[in-house]
C-alpha cells in the first residue's frame, strides 16, 4: 500500500514529481504493482470510465490524504484528523461496494468488478488491510524524500527509503560538507 503512497517522487520534501499522473501510468503502476488480481487488472482496464479526469483527481487526493494520515499515525507530524476521516469515508464506501471473497485459505474484501469507483476502491481495502497489520507501528518516512517505508530492522534505526538512492545522496553530501 505504501508504493501507491509512494507514487510521488522528489529529491527534497516536495511532493512536486507525480508518476501516476494519467490513467496510462496507473495501469502501468497497478500492473506492477499486485494491488489486483489478474481478473480484476482486466477487467478495471476495460473500463470506459478510465479517460475520466474527474476519477483521477479522486485518486490522487485520496493518496494525498492517506500520507497526512499515515505521517500522523508515524508521529512524524500532527494527527492528520482530515486525512484520516477522509480515508475512513473511501474505506467504508469500498466495503460497502466490495465483497468479501475465498483468496486460496483466507478472505479478503475486494472491490466490485463493476463499480465506477473500482480503482478508489482497490486503494482504499489495501488501506484499510495495511492500516490493520502489524507494520503500522514500524512505519517510518525517508529523512531525505517523502517516500514512507516499513522498518523491520533489529533496532529502529533505518532513516532513508533506500540506501542505494537516498542513503547514498545524503551520505555524499555529508561528505562534502565535511
Known amino acids: 500500500m505504501l508504493d501507491f503512497i509512494n507514487t510521488v517522487a522528489d529529491t527534497g520534501k516536495t511532493r512536486l514529481d507525480d508518476k501516476i499522473g494519467s490513467w496510462e501510468a496507473l495501469r502501468h503502476w497497478a500492473d506492477g504493482a499486485g ?38 499515525l508515524s508521529g512524524l507530524a500532527e494527527p492528520a484528523r482530515q486525512g484520516m476521516e477522509h480515508v475512513e469515508r473511501a474505506i467504508r464506501d469500498a466495503l460497502g461496494r466490495g465483497a468479501f471473497r475465498e483468496e486460496g485459505r483466507r478472505f479478503r474484501w475486494r472491490p466490485d468488478v463493476d463499480s465506477s469507483e473500482r480503482w478508489l476502491d482497490a486503494i482504499a481495502l489495501a488501506l484499510e488491510e495495511f492500516l490493520r497489520s502489524e507494520d503500522v507501528a514500524r512505519l517510518r518516512q525517508c529523512s531525505r ?8 530492522g533489529r533496532g529502529a534505526g533505518r532513516r532513508w527509503c533506500d540506501m542505494r538512492t537516498c542513503g547514498n545522496r545524503a551520505k555524499a553530501e555529508a561528505f562534502r560538507c565535511r
Open 35 to 72: 494491488l489486483l488480481s489478474k481478473q480484476e487488472l482486466s477487467a478495471f482496464l476495460q473500463d470506459p470510465s478510465l479517460d475520466d479526469e474527474g476519477a483521477l483527481v479522486r485518486l490522487h487526493d485520496l493518496r494525498e490524504q492517506a500520507y497526512a494520515g499515515m505521517l500522523g
Open 145 to 152: 524524500c517523502t517516500w514512507l517505508f516499513i522498518d523491520r
